[in-house]
């Protein structure tokens, strides 16, 4: 998903407001459709069902540089597309990712995405945002939380779905993949994927201080209610993105839902993103930036 214009985070004090608005345009831009539910909902997956065949990914990690050559096509078992929130069938992509880790020990900023956030060791894009707003409008400043339940997207298991493009890719935890590679509650995640930036992507759990530990999110739902008028009104429940707000040292995780870690691929030490089981889940930010290769639009 592609960001409208590179966004800043804004810094209240102790808090961040998640103000900025992501577009899901990364992998083809989906006709815009006009909304207005504002209470979030339990979500209805689909059943990950499906075996596909011909999935294809190659990964190069040497020295300062980490390449990922792959068909996008998941090799553990997805929802049925077509389904009835989903119109899109998956397809063979021609992906060809390339970043570079020199930058990696520069982690004082946070940059906006302008395109997908990451890709898993598997092939399969992490593109969390949903390019569904409030009332159709893009500038409305209220964009939907793909995982808020608020708006159908006919998302499997996997909590993935398919772009107009045929790009399968995940909004969520990829629990397909992170199963295939043995995360276990009670060890420390091994490496799910690489972020557009070079850093490395782990799910929920992280060695520090010898011990197993869950990796918080540090963002809060807002207390309150929305502003209504021109905008959404009803409580801040998570139907969108804007629901949330960043509390520093409330969790774990930095505003980019990420730490300074030691694990096995990284035994020096490395900043690391994490996929939370809390909002975010997939950060929606990078603290380094990102390669072009990530950043065009892909069909």
């Not at 997908?116 to 569904?132: K, R, W, Y």
């Not at 972020?195 to 759990?205: C, L």
Request: include cysteine; hydrophobic fraction near 35%; charge should be positive.
């Amino acid at each position: 998903m592609r960001v409208a214009d590179t966004v800043k985070l804004v810094a209240l004090g102790a808090m961040i407001t998640v103000g900025f608005v992501l577009q899901s345009d990364a992998q083809g831009r989906p006709p815009m459709r006009k909304h207005t539910e504002t209470k979030a909902q339990d979500l209805d997956l689909v059943a990950a069902q499906v075996q596909l065949s011909g999935s294809k990914v190659k990964l190069r990690a040497t020295g300062d540089t980490v390449k990922i050559r792959a068909n996008g096509i998941p090799n553990h078992a997805v929802g049925q597309f077509p389904n009835r929130g989903n119109p899109h069938s998956i397809t063979a992509q021609s992906y060809k990712f390339s970043t570079d880790t020199d930058q990696l020990p520069r982690v004082a900023k946070a940059y906006g995405m302008a395109g997908l956030f990451g890709v898993a060791v598997n092939g399969v894009p992490f593109d969390p945002a949903a390019a569904e707003f409030w009332q159709g409008n893009r500038q409305s400043g209220w964009q939907y939380e793909a995982l808020g339940g608020a708006v159908t997207l006919g998302l499997d298991q996997n909590y993935a779905h398919v772009q107009p493009s045929g790009a399968y890719h995940y909004h969520g935890m990829p629990w397909g993949l992170m199963q295939q590679l043995g995360w276990s509650s009670n060890k420390a995640s091994p490496l799910i994927g690489y972020a557009a930036d070079g850093f490395p992507i782990y799910a929920i759990t992280a060695k520090v201080g010898g011990k197993v530990q869950e990796m918080t999110s540090s963002y809060r739902l807002k207390s309150g209610s929305r502003p209504g008028g021109s905008a959404p009104g009803g409580r801040y429940d998570g139907a969108f993105v804007q629901d949330f707000q960043y509390r520093a040292d409330s969790g774990a995780l930095d505003e980019c839902n990420g730490a300074q870690v030691v694990t096995d691929e990284y035994p020096d030490g490395t900043y690391a993103y994490f996929l939370s089981q809390e909002f975010p889940v997939v950060p929606r930010c990078l603290k380094g930036q990102a390669d072009r290769s990530f950043v065009k639009r892909r069909r």
